[in-house]
């Protein structure tokens, strides 16, 4: 039989918040930002989805703890 594991809600919050503001501070601290300067617009378009992806995704899992 396989074995499932329960993790607590509260743990995974606290998971997810810290790979959130990772996030926030490499796409802000680490000058993301300005990329748009230099890549093409297609290229940092996509860059902006993933972002916004997987920000809303991490603040969702943030939510189901509250």
């Given at each position: 039989m396989s074995q499932t594991m329960s993790i607590p809600a509260a743990e995974?919050?606290?998971?997810?918040?810290?790979?959130?503001?990772?996030?926030?501070?490499?796409?802000?601290d680490e000058g993301v930002d300005q990329l748009q300067i230099f890549l093409d617009p297609g290229t940092y378009s996509v860059l902006a989805e993933i972002?916004?992806?997987?920000?809303?995704?991490?603040?969702?899992?943030?939510?189901?703890?509250d």
């Open positions: 995974i919050a606290a998971a997810a918040k810290a790979v959130q503001a990772k996030l926030e501070a490499l796409w802000a972002r916004k992806i997987s920000l809303d995704f991490i603040q969702g899992v943030v939510d189901l703890s």
